[in-house]
């Protein structure tokens, strides 16, 4: 039996924003993004910040938010995904979802940035330790050159630790997920992704939202084929 690869010394590399991105924004305006209200180190007043639907206990596999305490959801004890461990910082909602939006489909990347430092300072302040390369979600070159970038790229190098852009290829064009059920979503990305070389025994995918987790369990099956151990999940929100 293969056991478990034990996480490497826990590190915190996690890149909070500095001051030359207080200064920017003041520079730039100096007000909160939501309220209009001045705001002088972040573009989030301190009340949206704390607005913001932040997730403080969740299940450890799926990052579902659980209000019982548990470790585990009922979906993860009968099924539970190939994935080790997932951190999603926000619920999909309440100003979230909108910055998330502005980011993805219409190019705003200063809302992805003030969501990759918000999601780094928490993430540095609970001491979460960050185990292997950071692993982006690919997109397939069809839709990149249609967007332009990959969110989940900018987001991954936005957030500090090492990244490993390139180790997984999304060479099957699929059809877009949103509006599937999740048996859709899996039978969609069946032999969507490659591995383009030899990856490490550890790594961390990471994604904007976690909707039913279909897409992370593909990259994931993907790379265990390919020998990796341990995998775990950063991603700034979950859809509940």
């Known amino acids: 039996m293969t056991l478990p690869v034990p996480p490497p010394q826990a590190r915190t590399p996690w ?5 030359g991105a207080a200064f920017l924004h003041n520079l730039l305006s100096g007000r909160c993004r939501f309220c209009q209200a001045r705001s002088l180190e972040c573009p989030l007043c301190p009340g949206c910040r704390e607005d913001l639907p932040w997730i403080s206990a969740a299940c450890e596999r799926c990052g579902l938010p659980l209000a019982s305490g548990e470790p585990l959801c009922a979906g993860c004890r009968t099924a539970p995904p190939p ?5 999603a910082i926000w619920t999909y909602g309440e100003g979230v979802d909108d910055l998330i939006r502005a980011f993805k489909l219409h190019e705003d990347l200063a809302a992805g940035r003030l969501l990759a430092e918000l999601a780094a300072t928490a993430l540095h302040q609970r001491g979460t330790p960050c185990h292997g390369p950071l692993v982006p979600m690919p997109l397939h070159a069809a839709r990149y050159r249609r967007r332009g970038f990959n969110q989940s790229a900018l987001l991954a190098r936005w957030l500090g630790p090492p990244v490993a852009p390139s180790l997984i ?11 599937q059920t999740a048996a859709d979503r899996r039978a969609n990305l069946h032999g969507a992704f490659r591995l383009q070389r030899p990856p490490p025994a550890t790594v961390t995918l990471v994604d904007d939202v976690v909707t039913t987790g279909a897409s992370l369990a593909a990259v994931a099956d993907c790379l265990r084929r390919g020998g990796v151990r341990r995998i775990e999940v950063i991603a700034l929100a979950r859809a509940i």
């Open 15 to 19: 890149r909070p924003p500095g001051r």
């Open 83 to 87: 994935f080790a461990r997932t951190r």
């Open 169 to 179: 290829q999304r060479h099957r064009h699929t059809a877009p997920q949103r509006g």
